[in-house]
């Protein structure tokens, strides 16, 4: 038989901030659980990549990735520097064709072009982007059109995007890559950006495991349509990028995945109590029949639990140069569109998005900080 595990039904918490209190470490029962972990960084294993490479996922690693960045800056200035290490400083290579790889070769160049170029101009000849790709195109979830508006819009930029090209080890000054052609290059290079996908949290493999014969998909949790941990009681809700779902790990999922359990939780809150209150009407020793038939009729109601219905607004990515590109659902086709309109267009959807009007002005300052006095490289 199936295991309905886990028969505690408790969370322990762990305080890992540096500073902690006299209490570091605590657990708490739960009725429901809502699981949403997100997911890792995944290296496929390949050499160095930890070691060398910076990540451009969570806050402080987009902080690793700009020092590194300006210490390239800084030492290929240091006088007496030669200009083959000059030139290998200032190669910057991106792992990764999806948005996030792409979004971040854009933020590159305008960087570069917007500030980098006025306060070191003998450098910025010398600077170089590479985008590497396994797959034979980048951004493989938009139309072809923008596909190749993309890589034409590079082009321009002067990024060089390697496809069908695999990392094959980083090592401290270099990017050792298999060509097209399978032949192995080892290139010099300051910066490497690792942007090639997700994996699990070792807690989701953990949560996972005590249920192996539910949960075998690799990707991540198996849920049902009401976002339901398979294998277990009904208890455990999975939501975003820790999940194995067919819509694709975005955020645009997770929120209106986040979205739908709100609602579902709160009528899980009635049905639970409505039963109990049934029960007790039921145990009641002078029973009334009419409130109780009205109860089970609203209680049969409340069982019913909508599934999840996900519902596209677009995929967007910005690619630099004030540019950016979208791909619409519109009645049953697609409306792909490029370039600074729809950059504009990204920028609005994006501070619509967000989350309470502080973060939207907060969003909305910077960006004119930026285009104003240029961005903020100050390290601490
Ligand atoms: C650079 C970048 C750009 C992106 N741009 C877009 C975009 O433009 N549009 C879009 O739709 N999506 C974008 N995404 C994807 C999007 O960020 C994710 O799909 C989304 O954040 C997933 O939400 P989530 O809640 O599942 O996970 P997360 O947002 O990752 O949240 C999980 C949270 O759980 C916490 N956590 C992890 N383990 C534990 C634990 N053991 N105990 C307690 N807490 C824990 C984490 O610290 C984290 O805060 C981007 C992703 C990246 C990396």
Known sequence: MQSKLPVKKTVTFADTSEIQGAVSNTTIPYDYLVFAVGAEVQTFNIPGVREHACFM??????????????????SAAFPGQSTEEVKRLLHMVVVGGGP?????????????????????????EHVRITLVEALPNVLPSFSKQLIDYTES????????????????EIKEKSVVLQMPDKSIVEVPC????????????????????????????????????????????????????????????????ASQEGAYLARLLGQIAKRD???????????????????????????????KLRP????????????????????????????????????LFWRSAYLSTLFSMRNRTLVATDWLKVKFFGRDVSRE
């Open 153 to 168: 819009t590079f082009k321009e930029a002067k990024i060089d995007i390697l496809t069908k090209t695999m990392v094959k």
């Open 308 to 343: 999840f219905k996900y519902s596209h607004q677009g995929s967007l990515a910005y690619i630099g140069s004030d540019k950016a590109i979208a791909d619409f659902p519109l009645f049953n086709g697609n409306l792909a569109t490029g370039g600074v309109a729809t950059f």
């Open 57 to 74: 996922k969570e806050l402080e690693d987009a902080e690793k990735m700009q020092r590194h960045f300006m210490d390239c800056m800084e």
């Open 273 to 303: 109590e409505l039963e109990q209150r049934v029960e007790a009407l039921a145990a009641a020793p002078d029973v009334d029949k009419q409130e109780l038939e009205q109860s089970q009729k609203r209680l049969t109601k409340l069982n």
């Open 100 to 124: 996030t790889g792409v979004e971040l070769s854009g933020e590159l160049h305008d960087f570069l072009e917007e500030d980098l170029r006025s306060w070191y101009p003998e450098l910025a």
């Open 190 to 253: 300051g910066l490497v950006v690792w942007a090639a996908g997700n994996t699990l949290r070792k807690v989701t493999r953990d949560l996972m495991g005590q249920f192996p014969k539910a949960q075998e998909n690799r990707r991540g949790i198996t849920v049902d349509e009401c976002l339901r941990m398979a294998g277990t009681d009904g208890s455990i809700f999975a939501v975003g990028d820790c999940t194995a779902t067919s819509y694709a790990p975005t955020a645009q999922v």
